[in-house]
């Protein structure tokens, strides 16, 4: 979660033009973007900072934030905001410098072991407690001999650079990565509204209302994710949290590839669950950012009717449906819902409707402001029943009866494997700032 963020003003470099950006302070740094669903054009590292003070040389409402490099020029919208940044950019500042001399290292040892949250192919997600600090955070532990075996190194260094350098509303957060001799280790923050999947098991469906909220938040997400050249490709139900206010929070990116900058790039790893595979991925073709908003379509038919537009219990009847079976809408919809969905499960990439401007306009999105969407200033239609941050009632209870435990992985990795996993250590500075630890 970010310690604070709005739109600024911000004074260029060479070229002294005055640009409005969008400022997000996380992670002991200040990340500015044109707006909240765009790439980062920049970053401020608290570390490099010398000073941050008001200026009397630039714009009224306007504070300077001093590097050696350069000094950074903002312009707050008010006297009050201009004040809030400069008083929690200090107060961080001066965190910092008390502390420059403890060293800080957090490892497996520094946590308890709660409940088990979650499970998969990958291994296990618990809900922990930091001893010294009290704090809930979320788990997920990689088995290292699992991951060599199935050649998901590639994968697993990903999902920590994703994870590391993305700042948004409606991402999982992580904290702190480390190893042991046998393990990976991410520390997430707990979010414990439930999986999306677990309350449409419940509903069957959903309003028609709360689908949109909950897709309008989703396209936030995606377009964050693509502008950044992120490709998910594991868009499903079980992949989004609620938030304990019932926002989503999008999670899990062991499959996520980077480097997708331009739209025309292409790659081409058969990946991804099979009710959500786009036809392109199935026909073995290069494929683009195209393929998640295909999945976003069977997601949106899945909220508003139950099951996926093209299920069966045979996959290969299945994945033979998703390429050439007509889309039928077995439930009543509303005009624009059916326009839309059709639109997003187009089975030509290159007419699929996936351009975020485009999709945010659609008739079915006409009652949504995306700007205040992004800023989480919609009153979520629905609010888990959750009645703290260790609650847990609205997590699978087939996960919950399982044991919290490590097992202990025997097999010894050679110098070499383990050289595999060098440099995955992470810690979030802002956390650690919050817990008065650096």
């Not at 639109?343 to 290159?350: G, K, Q, S, V």
């Not at 402001?369 to 209870?397: A, L, M, N, Y």
């Not at 399982?402 to 202990?408: C, D, G, I, R, W």
Request: charged fraction near 30%.
């Amino acid at each position: 979660m970010a310690d604070k963020q709005g739109f600024l003003t911000k004074e260029g470099g060479s070229i002294k033009t005055w640009r409005k950006r969008w400022c997000v302070l996380k992670n002991g740094s200040i990340y500015y973007s044109k707006n909240p669903s765009s790439g980062e054009l920049g970053i401020i590292h608290l570390k490099e900072v010398s000073s941050v003070q008001q200026s009397s040389r630039k714009k009224k409402n306007c504070f300077e934030v001093a590097t050696p490099d350069r000094t950074y020029f903002m312009k707050a919208p008010s006297p009050e905001d201009m004040k809030s940044w400069i008083d929690i950019l200090n107060q961080q500042l001066q965190k910092m410098k008390a502390q420059q001399s403890v060293k800080s290292t957090v490892g497996v040892e520094d946590f308890d072991l709660l409940k088990v949250i979650g499970k998969g192919s990958f291994g296990k997600v618990m809900q922990v407690v930091k001893k010294d600090t009290g704090k809930i955070y979320a788990m997920k532990v990689l088995n290292k001999k699992n991951i060599l075996e199935r050649k998901e190194i590639d994968h697993t260094r990903a999902e920590r650079n994703i994870l590391k350098k993305l700042v948004h509303p409606f991402l999982v957060n992580l904290n702190y990565s480390f190893q042991t001799e046998d393990k990976l280790y991410f520390i997430m923050d707990y979010v414990n509204g439930g999986e999306l999947f677990y309350h449409l098991q419940k509903d069957e469906k959903f309003d028609y209302d709360r689908v949109k909220f909950y897709c309008a938040e989703i396209v936030c997400g995606l377009e964050y994710l693509h502008a950044c050249g992120v490709l998910y490709r594991d868009l499903k139900p079980e992949n989004i949290l609620l938030t304990e206010d019932g926002h989503i929070c999008m999670t899990d990116f062991g499959i996520s590839k980077e480097g997708l900058i331009s739209d025309n790039d292409r790659t081409a790893t058969f990946c991804g669950t099979p009710e959500y595979l786009a036809p392109e991925i199935l026909k073995g073709e290069a494929y683009g950012k195209a393929v998640d908003w295909w999945s976003f379509g069977t997601l949106v038919y899945e909220m508003l009717t139950g099951i996926p537009p093209f299920y069966s219990q045979d996959v290969r009847v299945m994945y033979n449906k998703i390429m050439n079976d007509k889309l039928l809408f077995t439930t009543p919809l509303p005009t624009e819902a059916k326009d839309f969905i059709s639109a997003l499960l187009e089975r030509d990439p290159e007419k699929r409707l996936k351009d975020p401007k485009l999709i945010k306009s659609h008739p079915f999105f006409k009652s949504i402001d995306f700007e205040k969407c992004v800023r989480k200033e919609i009153t979520p239609p629905f609010i888990p029943p959750v009645s703290g941050k260790t609650d847990t009632s609205q997590i699978d209870t087939g996960f919950l009866i399982e044991t919290a435990k490590l097992s202990l992985d025997t097999s010894n990795l050679s110098t070499s494997m383990q050289k595999n996993f060098e440099d995955f250590t992470y810690i979030n500075e802002s956390e650690h700032l919050k817990e008065g630890l650096i």
